[in-house]
């Protein structure tokens, strides 16, 4: 967001559409930024822990498409081509840039700290539940519903699952892995679409 306010000084103190005053460092915007980082963190996390298991191939590949999908989706979401961002700041692409640059990195450096943490012999599952705590604080404190929510759906997914054949289970896994081409083509479509309604 330095980068935006240095190229544009002539838009300082205007309120970008997620409430951030441009040109400005202040301690609440700063920890307003932080809490809204966490809270989009958890939900990728979570989306991605749904994900894996319907990712396939060597874990390149998995993270590779991942990172691509995820860039695809949270690029249509965050891209607005009404929002102030897109519209008042100059160059046109940069603003596009950098907000496709955060899924872009975000998203295979937390698939790899995930997948880290959920080998079998990782200090995350081996260590004892008092020496996690803090780290499961930062799950449960700001939105205790996420994780709530996505240990519901695994366990009737799972208990589904484990009531279905086998052939069956892999019907229902390549069926969800078209829907989420589906998702991640309409995705593209919009995303296109709205970099090229902002340039």
Same mark, same amino acid.
């Given at each position: 967001? @330095?980068?935006?306010?240095s190229?544009?000084?002539?838009?300082?103190?205007?309120? %970008?559409?997620? =409430?951030?005053?441009? =040109?400005?460092? %202040?301690?609440?915007?700063?920890s307003?930024?932080?809490?809204?980082?966490?809270?989009?963190? &958890?939900?990728? /996390?979570?989306?991605? !822990?749904?994900?894996?298991?319907?990712?396939?191939?060597?874990? #390149?590949?998995?993270?590779a498409? !991942?990172?691509?999908?995820?860039?695809?989706?949270?690029? /249509?979401?965050l891209?607005?081509?009404?929002?102030v961002?897109?519209? &008042?700041?100059?160059?046109?692409?940069?603003?596009?840039?950098?907000?496709?640059?955060?899924p !872009?990195?975000?998203?295979?450096? *937390?698939?790899? &700290?995930?997948?880290? #943490? &959920? +080998?079998?012999? %990782? #200090?995350?599952?081996? /260590?004892?539940?008092?020496?996690?705590?803090?780290?499961?604080?930062? $799950?449960? @404190?700001?939105?205790? $519903?996420?994780?709530?929510? #996505?240990?519901?759906?695994?366990?009737?997914?799972?208990?589904?699952?484990?009531?279905?054949?086998? %052939?069956?289970?892999?019907?229902?896994? $390549?069926?969800? +892995?078209?829907?989420?081409?589906? !998702?991640?083509?309409? *995705?593209?479509l919009?995303?296109?679409?709205?970099?090229d *309604?902002?340039?």
């Amino acid at each position: 967001m @330095g980068i935006l306010a240095s190229q544009n000084p002539e838009e300082k103190g205007v309120i %970008s559409d997620d =409430g951030f005053e441009m =040109g400005r460092i %202040s301690l609440g915007g700063t920890s307003q930024l932080l809490l809204t980082t966490l809270q989009f963190g &958890l939900v990728a /996390a979570l989306i991605y !822990l749904a994900l894996r298991t319907l990712a396939f191939g060597p874990a #390149w590949f998995r993270i590779a498409s !991942l990172t691509v999908g995820g860039t695809v989706v949270f690029g /249509a979401i965050l891209i607005d081509d009404g929002g102030v961002d897109f519209t &008042l700041l100059d160059p046109d692409l940069l603003p596009v840039i950098l907000f496709l640059a955060i899924p !872009l990195v975000y998203v295979p450096v *937390a698939a790899l &700290l995930t997948e880290h #943490w &959920l +080998r079998p012999t %990782s #200090w995350f599952l081996t /260590a004892d539940i008092r020496k996690v705590a803090a780290v499961l604080l930062v $799950w449960i @404190g700001p939105l205790f $519903w996420l994780p709530a929510v #996505w240990l519901g759906g695994t366990y009737v997914v799972r208990s589904i699952g484990s009531q279905m054949p086998q %052939s069956a289970r892999g019907a229902a896994a $390549w069926l969800a +892995r078209l829907g989420f081409g589906v !998702l991640g083509v309409l *995705a593209f479509l919009a995303l296109i679409g709205d970099i090229d *309604a902002v340039t």
